[in-house]
């Protein structure tokens, strides 16, 4: 493998096999979990994810992790129908968390949770008092928007009529002032309903760097590049376009007009979009993307720029399998 992949694959996968469509049993879950960690392809792999009210299931499986450990876990969390069901939810969470790990001290490590919003647009007083309770226990947070609406080609023009910079915008802005936050972005689903659209990818990926807030993702990212999927009758978005747009992004300048922005999200745009695998590749120095115009133009991105995105921006996705991403990546030539 060369240099360059490595460093965007280092730490990249959350394993998430308790969740659809694996939907495995959790002692199979587990096991495989622990034969990711052995395995040579281990330093792709990160935490593991489960939801704040089955930790005390992990309790049998502990003695497992004794020559590997501690267990890694990025826990879920949040939801409810309005601010004060949230709140209520993040301090259930938060308790949960709390008593599984003075029951279990150092053989698990819970610094991670992942939090669905109850709206898009929660109340600052709502988001702060969260944000007080998760980082006075030592959880990083990444918060989900409950829906995202939808986004025109137009997006960041002066013509834009899309509610994108009305209903998302300020949330992340107030998310971004808060200590320790992050936006976690839904990339598909086991329904069509599920996939976000180019767009929305483009238009997230684009605002959190902006704004200078990390991401981590979710669901979809099954596979390296963006194809059609005819189980769900949908094109399913590739990890390598998704990560790659997000490093890609962190290269650009600040927009400092509608144009530049909008110039920014059209790019950001047909990297998520690009079918052919051909047009990424990479070297010990460098990954590289080409466009595929008329002027054969590349954008060369050099693995000091990847290792800084990734630390800092674009942090992990979970998926259900921690196979299939090897596999397609070996069916690349790139493994």
Request: hydrophobic share 35%; net charge negative.
């Given at each position: 493998?060369?240099?360059?992949?490595?460093?965007?694959?280092?730490?990249?996968?959350?394993?998430?096999?308790?969740?659809?469509?694996?939907?495995?049993?959790?002692?199979e879950a587990?096991?495989?979990?622990?034969?990711?960690?052995?395995?040579?392809?281990?330093?792709?792999?990160?935490?593991?994810?489960?939801?704040?009210?089955?930790?005390?299931?992990?309790?049998?499986?502990?003695?497992?992790?004794?020559?590997?450990?501690?267990?890694?876990?990025?826990?879920?969390?949040?939801?409810?129908?309005?601010?004060?069901?949230?709140?209520?939810?993040?301090?259930?969470?938060?308790?949960?968390?709390?008593?599984?790990?003075?029951?279990?001290?150092?053989?698990?490590?819970?610094?991670?949770?992942?939090?669905?919003?109850?709206?898009?647009?929660?109340?600052?007083?709502?988001?702060?008092?969260?944000?007080?309770?998760?980082?006075?226990?030592?959880?990083?947070?990444?918060?989900?928007?409950?829906?995202?609406?939808?986004?025109?080609?137009?997006?960041?023009?002066?013509i834009d009529?899309?509610?994108?910079?009305?209903?998302?915008?300020?949330?992340?802005?107030?998310?971004?002032?808060?200590?320790?936050?992050?936006?976690?972005?839904?990339?598909?689903?086991?329904?069509?309903?599920?996939?976000?659209?180019?767009?929305?990818?483009?238009?997230?990926?684009?605002?959190?760097?902006?704004?200078?807030?990390?991401?981590?993702?979710?669901?979809?990212?099954?596979?390296?590049?963006?194809?059609?999927?005819?189980?769900?009758?949908?094109?399913?978005?590739?990890?390598?376009?998704?990560?790659?747009?997000?490093?890609?992004?962190?290269?650009?300048?600040?927009?400092?007009?509608?144009?530049?922005?909008?110039?920014?999200?059209?790019?950001?745009?047909?990297?998520?979009?690009?079918?052919?695998?051909?047009?990424?590749?990479?070297?010990?120095?460098?990954?590289?993307?080409?466009?595929?115009?008329?002027?054969?133009?590349?954008?060369?991105?050099?693995?000091?720029?990847?290792?800084?995105?990734?630390?800092?921006?674009?942090?992990?996705?979970?998926?259900?399998?921690?196979q299939d991403?090897?596999?397609?990546?070996?069916?690349?030539?790139?493994?």
């Amino acid at each position: 493998m060369k240099e360059s992949l490595r460093t965007f694959m280092d730490g990249l996968i959350d394993y998430a096999g308790l969740f659809p469509p694996a939907d495995l049993p959790l002692n199979e879950a587990i096991s495989q979990y622990i034969s990711h960690i052995k395995s040579d392809n281990s330093k792709m792999l990160s935490r593991f994810i489960i939801h704040s009210s089955k930790l005390n299931n992990l309790d049998e499986f502990l003695p497992l992790f004794t020559n590997v450990g501690p267990l890694r876990l990025s826990v879920l969390g949040g939801g409810g129908n309005n601010d004060d069901e949230y709140l209520n939810k993040i301090k259930q969470n938060i308790t949960n968390i709390s008593k599984y790990r003075e029951k279990h001290g150092n053989k698990i490590e819970i610094d991670v949770i992942e939090c669905k919003m109850a709206t898009n647009t929660p109340s600052k007083n709502t988001m702060e008092k969260a944000t007080v309770l998760l980082n006075e226990n030592g959880l990083i947070h990444y918060h989900e928007f409950a829906k995202l609406p939808p986004v025109g080609m137009n997006y960041s023009t002066e013509i834009d009529d899309s509610s994108w910079d009305k209903e998302i915008l300020p949330t992340i802005k107030l998310l971004s002032n808060l200590d320790n936050a992050g936006i976690k972005l839904r990339c598909g689903g086991i329904v069509k309903e599920a996939f976000p659209s180019v767009e929305q990818v483009a238009a997230m990926i684009q605002t959190c760097v902006i704004i200078d807030i990390p991401m981590k993702f979710t669901a979809g990212l099954h596979h390296p590049i963006r194809h059609f999927a005819e189980e769900y009758d949908e094109f399913m978005h590739g990890f390598i376009n998704t990560f790659g747009a997000g490093i890609f992004a962190t290269t650009f300048p600040k927009p400092e007009n509608s144009q530049e922005k909008y110039n920014m999200f059209i790019l950001l745009s047909h990297m998520i979009d690009d079918q052919n695998a051909e047009n990424f590749s990479f070297t010990d120095d460098s990954m590289i993307w080409k466009v595929e115009d008329d002027r054969d133009t590349q954008f060369v991105i050099d693995v000091e720029k990847i290792e800084n995105a990734r630390k800092k921006g674009m942090i992990s996705y979970g998926s259900c399998s921690f196979q299939d991403p090897i596999h397609d990546l070996t069916q690349l030539g790139w493994m």
